[in-house]
Nanobody
Framework: VQLQASGGGLVQAGESLRLSCAAS????????VGWFRQAPGKEREYVGR????????YLAPFANGRFTISGDIAENTIYLQMTSLKSEDTGVYYC?????????????WGQGTQVTVSS
């Protein structure tokens, strides 16, 4: 099952976007969901994660204070709320899941959603 990231778009610097990560028929109950991004010509970068069972999150230093990760049990969806966006936040954003107590490898990668921040 592939996770589908959505909600990207073109925004001005300083504006906000909320990305969603969902998969029909997929349960996150035993998983940790991670957000990643890849800017043109750069390697994929880790943004943060949320452990579905207790909602504990971790954000990379660049995202702290600007990004928030949350989960909606009823919607079975993970969100990445991004505020105060900068041009360097431009890239394709992906979500993926791993077993919380597994080998640490993320699976179920989807196609990602493009975020473009103009300055």
């Amino acid at each position: 099952v592939q996770l589908q990231a959505s909600g990207g778009g073109l925004v001005q610097a300083g504006e906000s976007l909320r990305l969603s990560c969902a998969a029909s028929g997929h349960s996150f109950s035993s998983e940790t969901v991670g957000w990643f991004r890849q800017a043109p010509g750069k390697e994929r970068e880790y943004v943060g994660r949320i452990k579905w069972s207790d909602g504990i999150t971790y954000l990379a230093p660049f995202a702290n204070g600007r990004f928030t990760i949350s989960g909606d049990i009823a919607e079975n969806t993970i969100y990445l709320q991004m505020t105060s966006l900068k041009s360097e936040d431009t890239g394709v954003y992906y979500c993926a899941a791993r077993e919380t107590y597994g080998d640490g490898s993320y699976k179920n990668w989807g196609q990602g959603t493009q975020v473009t921040v103009s300055s």
